[in-house]
């Protein structure tokens, strides 16, 4: 708030008036560098004739109580480089290859949250890291540009989409829409089977591991 200060302010004098304002009107509020960004109460107390004190009671005079709304210069504010991620196809499975994009903050009170929707990770480094979700520390209310790196990874057969959320206290929350298609296990036949009938009864079965492109 704008903290518990008492202050003699000469308001001026009207005569002869009703509801008018004073001759010394309209006042200038300072706030302080240190107030707290929200809504507190300013108390205004006048007494008839003389200076009223902070905690006067019974007298000729009045008493009222206004909001005063203490709001920031400058908003909080995050930056992405971007606004859509698209994967592409990849096998259940496995991952994508890594995508990148950037976030920074300023004017921030609090750090950034990151976080990704399901079949989809991120992490501040490549090849390392990865996960649902990550926090950018803010230090003198900023973030600097950081890279961000995410990829897919599907755990179904099924088409996924979403947003990659970017959230800090009092800042308009950034969203980066992320989509994929998680596609079926690629098979393939062995390579060079040769079957061998042993005894009769049993058969060796021998074989060369098949390649299977697209994982």
Known sequence: GLGDVYKRQNLGSA????????????????VPVDAVIGTTRM???TKYNTASTA??????GEVEDYSIIVESLTSPTITV????LNFGSVQVGE??????????????????????????????????????????TQTGGNVPTTTIYA??????????????????????????????????PAFAAPKNLVATV?????????WEEPEISGG
């Open 15 to 30: 005569h002869n008036v009703d509801n008018g304002i004073t001759n010394a009107s309209p006042f200038a509020v300072t």
């Open 43 to 45: 108390r205004v107390s």
């Open 55 to 60: 905690c006067e009671i019974d007298f000729d």
């Open 81 to 84: 480089s971007t606004g859509t």
């Open 95 to 136: 991952v994508s290859s890594e995508q990148t994009y950037t976030v920074s903050g300023s004017n921030l009170t609090a750090n950034i949250s990151i976080t990704a929707p399901a079949g989809f990770e991120i992490s501040t480094t490549s090849g390392s890291g990865f996960g649902a979700s990550l926090s950018l």
């Open 151 to 184: 990829r897919f990874a599907p755990a179904a057969e099924q088409a996924y989409s979403g947003n990659i959320s970017h959230v800090s206290d009092g800042a308009t929350t950034k969203n980066i829409s992320v989509s994929g298609n998680g596609t079926a």
């Open 198 to 206: 042993v005894n009769g009864n049993d058969v060796d079965l021998v």
